[in-house]
């Protein structure tokens, strides 16, 4: 059994900075890609940033330039750099891993910007 222990979110002031980080641990030993999603209150859930194996990373448009995610395949953690952090960043971030078959959410942790 996998587990995604998401820990680094909190409170933080507009313009300020977060860096989350997701853990996995278990049975499976590499993953093809990991991610962040995140889900605001009264909207769907929605992909933030994704990196893959090789080190590919995406990001969504409303991120680019101010997010950086990062992650050590070997040791199976992924991070989130989030920088001129606004109110509109407000939700619960998750992490995400998928292998062949399989695919794998930690139970979230909340990000909140706010004055």
């Known amino acids: 059994?996998?587990?995604?222990?998401?820990?680094?979110?909190?409170?933080?002031?507009?313009?300020?900075?977060?860096?989350?980080s997701c853990a996995a641990s278990g049975s499976i030993f590499s993953f093809r890609t990991m991610a962040w999603h995140r889900q605001?209150?009264?909207k769907q859930r929605e992909l933030v940033a994704g990196i893959t194996s090789?080190?590919?990373?995406?990001?969504?448009?409303?991120?680019?330039?101010?997010?950086?995610?990062s992650g050590d395949n070997a040791k199976k953690t992924v991070y989130l750099q989030m920088n001129s952090l606004k109110p509109e960043d407000t939700a619960?971030?998750?992490?995400?891993?998928?292998?062949?078959?399989?695919?794998?959410?930690?139970?979230?942790?909340?990000?909140?910007?706010?004055?």
């Not at 995604?4 to 977060?18: A, K, R």
């Not at 619960?92 to 706010?114: D, H, L």
């Open 1 to 20: 059994q996998v587990q995604l222990v998401e820990s680094g979110g909190g409170l933080v002031q507009p313009g300020g900075s977060l860096r989350l």
């Open 40 to 42: 605001a209150p009264g």
């Open 54 to 69: 090789g080190g590919t990373t995406n990001y969504a448009d409303s991120v680019k330039g101010r997010f950086t995610i």
């Open 92 to 115: 619960i971030y998750y992490c995400y891993a998928q292998t062949i078959g399989r695919n794998f959410w930690g139970q979230g942790t909340q990000v909140t910007v706010s004055s």
